[in-house]
């Protein structure tokens, strides 16, 4: 629930900034300044050697006084991290070390999905749909942010936050694999 002045529950009103990264690409969307709607801003070529999409993440949000930035974090269907996950969480932790506002994570399974989706059905043909992909799935990711926190409800996960760890069989016969 909001404060009489129009404060989100979590943290002060203002731009955030969400992130779909990927091995080739990084899909960077943003909010309005009452942090309702979210919408794209650009796609970046993945600089591994040397960050530059990185630096210009964090230009964007120096340049949007942005209070916070959330990157998707590709979890496997069964809610576990594997290596996309990974990768997305290191991106965050290094983003982190750009930035003076927190990083969190979200949960964005099948984003990239719906992202195809959407743009088919707005008319986007297939081979169209590469450059503009990870900025729709940017905005699927920041937007479902900007609804959980209106509704009150925590805007991701922290960078500590510790990963889920898989499962060990209960079968007391069942050799462990460590």
Request: proline share 6%; with cysteine.
């Amino acid at each position: 629930m909001s404060d009489p002045h129009g404060a989100p529950p979590e943290g002060p009103a203002g731009v955030l900034l969400g992130i779909d990264v990927g091995e080739a690409r990084v899909g960077l969307a943003a909010s309005d300044a009452l942090g309702l709607l979210a919408h794209p801003v650009e796609t970046l070529p993945r600089d591994h050697e040397h960050g530059s999409d990185l630096d210009r993440v964090a230009d964007e949000a120096r340049e949007r006084d942005a209070v916070m930035v959330v990157v998707g974090l590709p979890r496997s269907l069964d809610g576990q991290e594997r290596v996309a996950a990974g990768r997305a969480r290191g991106y965050a932790e290094r983003l982190q070390r750009c930035l003076e506002v927190p990083v969190r994570l979200w949960d964005e399974r099948l984003t990239t999905v719906d992202a195809h989706r959407a743009l088919h059905s707005s008319g986007v043909r297939g081979r169209d749909q590469r450059g503009v992909v990870d900025q729709a799935a940017a905005v699927l990711i920041l937007q479902a942010a900007l609804d959980a926190r209106r509704a009150g409800r925590p805007v991701g996960s922290s960078l500590k936050a510790r990963k889920p760890r898989a499962r060990r069989s209960r079968d007391p016969d069942a050799k462990d694999a460590t």
